[in-house]
């Protein structure tokens, strides 16, 4: 299913410049080849970044050439070159010992606890689909020969082994449901017939719904906006060539209504123009691709955020073909250059409250602390303007071994420290299915306000009480904080404030955080609390360093009843 005009569109010139530009330089270098060494970094030290740099740029590949193939129609003098690069291209990724991630292989020092090549991870169910699609693109010009090698792989080491058993993956309530399913249930329908093809598209559907039931009625995707193009990205790629291709196939009432309620996640929790809520691993700046935006406004109807042209060809640091080709088939200018509006809403199967006006923006989520892709940041709030954070969340840290194993919670940026939250007693909130419990909740006007009751997400028995509530007045622009505990036995409070910027402590009660889009004054009871700050320097997901600063604000005396207020004014 692809627009029509989309090969010389002035909507896809700047992604199309982006490929041309990538495959003639990299026509003239040699493919990228895996070696030992990477895997070794990740064996001993668990760290991910050495081994998937060279995966990821041989997908990079696989998307710039099959794609530079497409839309130039042999209209190139050097077109036979590139047409033997991307063959040989193929072959080397056919015949890799693995296609998924060597974080998702079952191993231990000594070797692969299972057959590598029979595994299926994202990556692995991904490599299908790209090369399913590719093939079916491109079978003028790929050789008979690797034509049958492609169908045999996709066979052997994706097929087989999921009709064979059941995968933990199928019934996950998260992404990986969505994005395997969805890219096997792609490769089925462009290759196989009859009632093999049942048998996978069968076995997808039940798959799949695991996935939508993950959401409740408010359509928030409790991982995040990155998850969310990642997962219900995928499910929507699959819904869409299921309806191309099966003329039998058709969404129910309800399945329909629900995807509709998530396509309006985005322009729920957008920042800015590039930026989205940070909370659980996200970052702060991110860039959805606009094909799927395109499809989905086309779709559902419903409201897109903001965004002025066509995703760039490096927004997605695995170069996912699914993404980058729809963004050059489905991008439609029409979803270009909208403006973000007033809004205030409560998503409440989440528990977040969400607040854009005139640039600013305020969001609070509450649930518990066992969520996917979890931080323990219950009650955590940010505070934006265009876009900058002025309170942060450090959202995605730089994934590695320990970062999703047993050391998760030593990590900056998934620890309760390091989010805008109290400190009980010196203790921090723990990963808990415990839910934080919403006492009330205003929308109204200018105002949006929480109360959340947060006791149960710490460790302390003699904790009776810790009730937050938080008042955004946009229309005086303020913030007003309380943060009231009681306990059996007298207890220190020190509050966390999280930026970017480095702050200024004026000698009047009043931090100020000056950023390049506004100013943020956070006023409290000097003579009350103490004043510390905390200078870091975060990895991000991406393994850039990034300044960060620790506002602490601490009891002078222990209490068995506190209730601490803060002011935050900005302008």
Same mark, same amino acid.
């Given at each position: 299913?692809?627009?029509?005009g989309?090969?010389s569109s002035?909507d896809? +010139? ?7 530009e990538?495959?003639k330089?990299?026509?003239g270098g040699?493919?990228p080849?895996p070696?030992f060494s990477? *895997?070794?970094?990740?064996?001993e030290?668990g760290s991910?970044?050495?081994s #998937?740099a060279?995966?990821?740029e041989?997908?990079?590949q696989?998307?710039?050439?099959g794609?530079?193939?497409q839309?130039?129609?042999k209209t190139e003098d $050097?077109?036979?070159?590139?047409r033997?690069y ?7 990724v056919?015949?890799?010992f693995?296609w998924c991630?060597a974080?998702?292989l %079952?191993?231990d020092?000594?070797g692969f606890?299972e057959?590598p090549g029979f595994?299926?991870?994202l =990556?692995?169910a991904?490599?299908?689909?790209t090369?399913?699609e590719l093939?079916?693109?491109?079978s003028d010009?790929?050789?008979? =020969?690797?034509?049958?090698?492609i169908? @045999?792989?996709?066979?052997?080491r994706?097929?087989?082994p999921? +009709?064979e058993k059941s ?22 329908l462009?290759l196989e ?9 069968n076995?997808?559907d039940?798959? +799949? ?5 993950s959401f409740?009625e408010?359509g ?5 906006i990155g ?6 990205g *995928?499910?929507?790629y699959?819904i869409?060539?299921?309806k ?9 009432? #309800? ?6 309620k998530?396509?309006e996640? %985005?322009? +729920?929790v957008?920042?800015s123009?590039?930026?989205f809520v940070?909370f659980?691993?996200?970052p702060?700046r991110?860039l959805?691709?606009t094909?799927?935006l395109?499809?989905l ?9 903001a965004c002025?042209?066509?995703?760039p060809?490096?927004f997605?640091?695995?170069f996912?073909f699914?993404h980058?080709?729809r963004?050059?088939?489905w ?5 270009f250059?909208r403006?973000?509006?007033k809004k205030a809403?409560y998503l409440?199967?989440?528990?977040w ?17 066992q969520e996917?892709?979890?931080?323990n940041?219950?009650g955590?709030f940010?505070?934006?303007m265009?876009?900058e954070l002025l309170l942060?969340d450090?959202?995605a ?6 970062y =999703?194993?047993e050391?998760r919670?030593?990590h900056v ?6 989010h805008?939250?109290?400190l ?9 299915a415990?839910?934080c419990?919403v006492e009330q909740v ?10 959340l009751e947060l006791?149960?997400?710490? %460790?302390i %028995?003699?904790l009776?009480?810790l009730k937050?509530?938080?008042?955004s007045?946009m ?6 904080l309380?943060?009231?505990v009681?306990?059996?036995?007298a207890?220190t409070?020190?509050e966390?404030f999280?930026?970017y910027? @480095? ?5 009047d009660g009043r ?7 506004g100013?943020?004054?956070l006023s409290?009871g000097?003579n009350l609390?103490e004043y ?5 320097s975060?990895e $991000?997901? *991406?393994?850039e360093l ?12 222990r209490?068995e009843?506190?209730a601490? #207020? =803060?002011?935050?004014?900005y302008k």
């Open positions: 299913m692809r627009r029509q989309w090969e002035e896809t +010139l700047s992604l199309r410049k982006q490929i041309d990538y495959v330089q990299a026509a040699s493919i080849q070696l990477g *895997y070794q970094r990740y064996i030290q991910r970044a050495e #998937e060279v995966y990821f041989r997908r990079k696989l998307a710039a050439f794609l530079y193939l839309y130039h129609q $050097n077109y036979g070159e590139i033997n991307f063959q040989e291209l193929i072959w080397s056919t015949n890799e693995s991630l974080a998702h %079952p191993q020092k000594n606890l057959s595994q299926i991870d =990556f692995a991904e490599t299908a689909d090369l399913a093939l079916s693109i491109h010009i790929i050789h008979p =020969f690797i034509q049958g090698h169908r @045999r792989q996709i066979s052997e994706i097929f087989e999921f +009709l995968w933990w993956w199928e019934t996950a309530q998260s992404n990986w449901c969505a994005v395997c399913c969805g890219s096997i249930g792609m490769a089925a462009l017939e009859g009632q093999r093809r049942e048998q996978l598209l076995k997808v039940r798959g +799949l719904v695991h996935y939508l039931n409740g408010d928030a995707c409790e991982e995040g998850y969310w193009v990642y997962g219900y *995928y499910y929507t699959y869409a060539m299921r191309e291709l099966d003329a039998k196939f058709h969404l129910n009432e #309800e399945d329909f209504g629900k995807l509709k998530l396509a996640f %985005p322009s +729920l957008q920042m123009e590039g930026s940070p659980s691993d996200v702060d991110t959805l691709p094909g799927l395109s499809y406004q086309q779709e559902y109807a419903v409201e897109m955020p002025i042209q066509i995703t060809f490096d997605d640091h695995c996912r699914a980058i080709s963004d050059l088939w991008t439609d200018s029409r979803i250059h403006e973000l509006g809403v409440e199967n989440r528990q409250l969400l607040q854009r006006q005139d640039g600013c923006f305020f969001a609070i989520k509450g649930g518990n602390n996917q892709h979890n931080h940041d219950t955590s940010v505070f934006a265009d876009g942060a450090l959202g840290g730089r994934y590695t071994a320990d =999703f194993g050391k919670y030593e940026h998934t620890r309760s420290r390091y805008n939250l109290p009980i007693q010196g203790l921090e909130q723990v990963p808990t415990e839910e419990l205003t929308v109204k006007g200018d105002l949006a306000g929480i109360t006791a149960r997400l710490y %460790p %028995p003699e009776k009480s937050r509530t938080v008042i007045d229309a005086k622009g303020c913030i007003h309380k943060d009231t009681s306990a059996a036995e207890a409070m020190e966390s999280i930026s910027i @480095r702050p200024t402590l004026l000698e931090i100020v955080i000056s950023g390049e889009k100013q943020l004054v409290y000097e609390l510390s700050l905390e200078e870091l975060v $991000n997901h *991406y393994g990034r300044e960060a600063y620790r506002i602490g604000l601490k009891t002078r005396e209490k009843n506190t601490l #207020e =803060f002011l935050l004014t």
